[in-house]
């Protein structure tokens, strides 16, 4: 009787698992059709350039397509390290890393604003008892910053494209 049920629970969750096969994301990086023809990057040179490295994968160019829009993008970004505890003694034992970024993206032909997103988060981390992890942690709290304001800019962009 036991191998029945388990037969039959088994079959079933092998229908609902085959049934979930044509799911699609709706906001798709496939149907954001830009192409960056050219950017500018102010402020923090290196935390623009993280930023713009991810668009740039996500806009490759397309030869096969012609309905591709070019674009135009300005990333102006800066982080900031505030320390926010200390001991009785003065010592730091934590760091509040915030990341202010303010991302334009312009038709490049007409040159109308497509978005202009700005944005702000931070996140804390603790001080490490060596100071090599404690750079290490703060260059992983930076990469999770960024890829947030990534995946936040990425909705933006699709809402913006389907206006």
């Known amino acids: ?39 500018e990057i102010k402020g923090d040179k290196k935390l623009g350039n993280k930023i713009y490295s991810q668009l740039h994968k996500l806009f490759k160019p397309n030869k096969n397509n012609s309905g591709v829009k070019t674009v135009y993008i300005t990333v102006v970004a800066s982080e900031d390290k505030n320390p926010t505890v200390k001991n009785s003694a003065g010592k730091i034992l934590e760091y509040k890393i915030i990341i202010k970024t303010n991302i334009i993206i312009k038709d490049f032909v007409t040159n109308d604003n497509i978005l202009n997103y700005n944005t702000s988060y931070s996140s804390s981390y603790k001080v490490q008892d060596q100071f090599i992890e404690t750079k290490k942690l703060e260059s992983k ?23």
């Open 141 to 163: 709290t930076t990469k999770n910053l960024v890829d947030k304001i990534y995946q936040d800019l990425l909705i933006k962009i699709s809402e913006a494209m389907l206006m």
């Open 1 to 39: 009787m036991k191998k029945i049920t388990y037969l039959a629970i088994s079959f079933i969750m092998l229908i609902y698992i085959n049934a979930c096969t044509g799911y699609k994301p709706i906001f798709s990086s496939a149907n954001l059709q830009l192409e960056i023809v050219d950017y």
